[in-house]
């Protein structure tokens, strides 16, 4: 079947004129004459009455045009729609985070977006910054949220695109009741000793990384009690003085900080940071891309350049 025919079919129906139609399609009068010669005889019956002063329809040629007419032209509109705005009118967008984020970038991108982008059905799931790195890339997320990994190269590797924000020292978190807790600051050389809530080696690289590097430096291996808990479930364990752990300031300002306090790492500066990212390819959706553009320019002043 020729769509292309029954199209040159419509706006003959439309016009009853052939050299009308052929002007308005772009084509020519005989060329057109032949489409719909062609198309007459691949349905097996006349569309046209044709004489030298005059065309009209057929009772088959007026029901095909009343049935299709409406089709074609919502067609059209559809099309036109989307080149002029860039954008499908019905859309979705499913985006994945680590905690901290989903806390502070994720609802101020989201409340810029509903003030500034047509309406948008939202799926949100709170992930490891490994298991958002592989949605991205299996187009299970259009964006997510991550830790800043140490090393980019992975990313760029996958075709991953990043947009990292302003970076947070790393913080020691106790419990408000422990013998340190009220000091200013903690050198970390006074923690060899005690139990650490540590960070998936493969789920949470970036942060169980810093976290040896900040021990390693201070002179010991962190005495590891649990690894990869839930952010909240890391929080209870230390204000219940089960143990301690390390954590960046953005992600550390989440803790409700009834039962634990955040203090500074005394005389360093271990730092992380979140970053926004996306499979950068020909085929990124035109909404994950306005998503983009609304992150940089509303974020642009916490931009790590």
């Known amino acids: 079947m020729n769509l292309l025919s ?4 419509l706006e003959v129906a439309e016009t009853l004129n052939f050299s009308e139609a052929s002007k308005r399609l772009h084509v020519s009068q005989p060329g057109l004459s032949q489409q719909i010669s062609a198309l007459e005889k691949e349905i097996g019956f006349k569309l046209l009455k044709r004489t030298t002063r005059q065309v009209s329809l057929t009772e088959e040629g007026a029901y095909l045009y009343e049935h299709l007419h409406a089709s074609f032209h919502r067609i059209e509109t559809i099309i036109e729609d989307v080149v002029q705005n860039k954008q499908i009118p019905q859309k979705s967008m499913r985006i994945s985070s680590v905690p901290s984020a989903a806390s502070i970038w994720l609802p101020e991108l989201l409340e810029k977006m509903q003030a500034k982008l047509n309406p948008v059905e939202l799926y949100i799931e ?9 949605a991205v890339k299996q187009q299970q997320s259009h964006l997510a949220f991550i830790r800043t990994p140490a090393d980019m190269s992975e990313l760029r590797d996958l075709d991953i695109a ?3 924000f302003s970076q947070h020292p790393l913080l020691v978190v106790l419990s408000k009741n422990h013998s340190l807790a009220n000091e200013s600051a903690i050198h970390l ?3 060899k000793d005690e139990p650490f809530i540590h960070y998936h080696p493969k789920n949470s690289p970036s942060l169980y990384y810093l976290l040896e590097r900040a021990c390693l430096e201070a002179g010991f291996v962190p005495n590891t009690l649990c690894v990869g808990p839930e952010l909240m479930t890391i929080e209870n364990l230390i204000g219940h003085e089960i143990g301690v752990s390390l954590m960046p300031a953005d992600m550390a300002g989440v803790l409700h900080g009834e039962l634990v306090t955040a203090l500074p790492i005394a ?6 940071s979140i970053s926004l990212i996306w499979e950068e390819t020909p085929y990124t959706p035109f909404i994950t891309k306005e998503l983009i553009q609304l992150a940089k320019e509303e974020f642009s002043s916490f931009i790590n350049q």
């Open 189 to 191: 050389e006074e923690l």
């Open 267 to 272: 005389g360093e500066d271990y730092m992380s």
């Open 126 to 134: 709170e992930t490891t910054s490994k298991q958002a790195i592989h």
């Open 162 to 164: 990043t947009l990292e």
């Open 6 to 9: 029954y199209r040159y079919f």
